[in-house]
T-cell receptor, first 111, second 116 residues
Framework: DQQVKQNSPSLSVQEGRISILNCDYT??????FLWYKKYPAEGPTFLIS?????DKNEDGRFTVFLNKSAKHLSLHIVPSQPGDSAVYFC??????????FGTGTRLQVFP | DTEVTQTPKHLVMGMTNKKSLKCEQH?????MYWYKQKAKKPPELMFV???????INESVPSRFSPECPNSSLLNLHLHALQPEDSALYLC???????????????FGQGTRLTVV
């Protein structure tokens, strides 16, 4: 049972445009959400997080939106850059140290 | 020092070998984790040590044995592994609870393990 889902396995975006990565979850007990970026053969790199008491968090080019009623979060990257090309994982926690990761979305930013 | 360092980066071991993976962080983080990641799959939690005590064991087979000698070090001892245990093993750590960011896990580069 996949509690955190990223239904788009891949996304292709032109440089300078907005990238929108989506994530859905089923467990209403999740209260903290994170996005990670991963290059091949490397560990995930933390990007941005959001607590369930907020609906938006922004850090530079990255903004995460949380819609608790829809159990949906999204990561917006504006403007997209070729260096953003990687696999993006969303992750969720239900007040414990256990992070549940989504299946990942491969983002490709082309010139 | 803002890194989680894992050694070795690559490891090939036979099914009868005993080896250890090592992880180190000097950020004063209160929790350390082992995750396993298979190709094209998300990372899966194996163990969590919080304040040097094992707090989560995700029903991992006993051929994987974690050890936390102190707050900066985390080991994963491997014995009698199977070829299906071949994967990327990731170590992570999280800041203290007082920071309000204690759920954020910061990962090392991983150890690529191949069991032959």
């Amino acid at each position: 049972d996949q509690q955190v889902k990223q239904n788009s396995p891949s996304l292709s975006v032109q440089e300078g445009r907005i990238s929108i990565l989506n994530c859905d979850y089923t467990n209403s007990m999740f209260d903290y959400f994170l996005w990670y970026k991963k290059y091949p053969a490397e560990g995930p790199t933390f990007l941005i997080s959001i607590s369930s008491i907020k609906d938006k968090n922004e850090d530079g080019r990255f903004t995460v939106f949380l819609n608790k009623s829809a159990k949906h979060l999204s990561l917006h990257i504006v403007p997209s850059q070729p260096g953003d090309s990687a696999v993006y994982f969303c992750a969720a926690s239900a007040g414990t140290d256990k992070l549940i990761f989504g299946t990942g979305t491969r983002l490709q930013v082309f010139p | 020092d803002t890194e989680v360092t894992q050694t070795p980066k690559h490891l090939v071991m036979g099914m009868t070998n005993k080896k250890s993976l090592k992880c180190e962080q000097h950020m004063g983080h209160r929790a350390m984790y082992w995750y396993k990641q298979k190709a094209k799959k998300p990372p899966e939690l194996m163990f969590v040590y919080s304040y040097e005590k094992l707090s989560i064991n995700e029903s991992v087979p006993s051929r994987f044995s974690p050890e936390c000698p102190n707050s900066s070090l985390l080991n994963l001892h491997l014995h009698a592994l199977q070829p299906e245990d071949s994967a990327l093993y990731l170590c992570a750590s999280s800041p203290p609870r007082k920071t309000g960011r204690d759920t954020e896990a910061f990962f090392g580069q991983g150890t690529r393990l191949t069991v032959v």
